[in-house]
């Protein structure tokens, strides 16, 4: 498994700038919450305490508010413009906690959430066992954690039409389900269950899937992006190596979908068996 680094202030920054322009935009993300919260429908749970974890302009929020009527809702997001939208959500006595905060140094009390949804803001995770580690630290006994993220299909024809152009990374990476799968095992949560589909959307040209990807703040966080401004010759470059891809009138751009949920167990580990000596270093520090 490949070290992923993302740099965080820009993936923030990215994100701040695309808040107003956000929702208009975010087509897939909107369908892949709903496919999300439908499994809900399955799972016995009454939650008092729900959070929404990179909850963008909380339009998963909204839907979390009028399924558990009763429970208290935490939306959080590192982009504090994000959450200027989620503030309007709900209704005048009861609306959302909203946290701006880093979801791998949760800003919550142990033993605190009892259901955990986030859906496409796992692979923006710098260290993902360290976020796995920190959901469950928050996580009640018997708690759940349901989450999508991005497969490593994503997004394959824009990467592919760049690397034919250059060697820098133009492409975030996203992490495989397997890989997933065993950071969560490895965690120390009960019964994870990981499953796939993949999801394409297509476009007249590639510029208005370059417009989409700017409009919902989801820019190349890499830290070993090309620094600097993409010359025009290149971009038509890459302009010409994605037509290899048109059929029908249309290119496509296939995103790999990853569904998982695990359960908290009952008898959780200490936070200090289960949390990296580092980690809990790094925390006495701040």
Known sequence: ????????????????????????????????????????????????????????????????????????????????PMLAHVRNKGRWLRRPRCICGDMEQLPL?????????????????????????????????????????????????????????????????FMDMHDLGDILINSGYAAPVMDVERITLTYGRVDDLMRDLKSIGARNATTQRQRGLTGKSRMQAMRDAYESFRRDGVLPASYEVVYGHAWAPEKKMSIAASVPLEMLNRRKED
Not at 155 to 163: G, H, I, V
């Open 109 to 173: 009390a142990n033993n605190s959430i009892d259901l955990i949804c986030s859906s496409l803001a796992f692979q923006w995770a710098s260290d993902p066992a360290s976020l796995y580690q920190e959901c469950l630290r928050v996580l009640r006994p018997g708690g759940l954690l349901m989450f999508t993220t991005f497969g490593p299909d994503t997004l394959q024809e824009l990467r592919a039409a760049w690397a034919a152009v250059d060697n820098h990374a133009h492409v975030s990476p």
């Open 1 to 80: 498994m490949s070290e992923i680094l993302i740099d965080k202030e820009r993936a923030r920054s990215s994100f701040s700038r695309a808040a107003d322009s956000y929702d208009e935009a975010a087509v897939l993300q909107r369908e892949v919450s709903r496919r999300m919260l439908e499994r809900l429908d399955l799972v016995t749970l009454e939650p008092g305490a729900v959070l929404d974890l990179g909850c963008g302009t909380g339009e998963q929020t909204q839907q979390l508010l009028q399924r558990y009527s009763k429970a208290a809702i935490h939306s959080l997001d590192f982009a504090l």
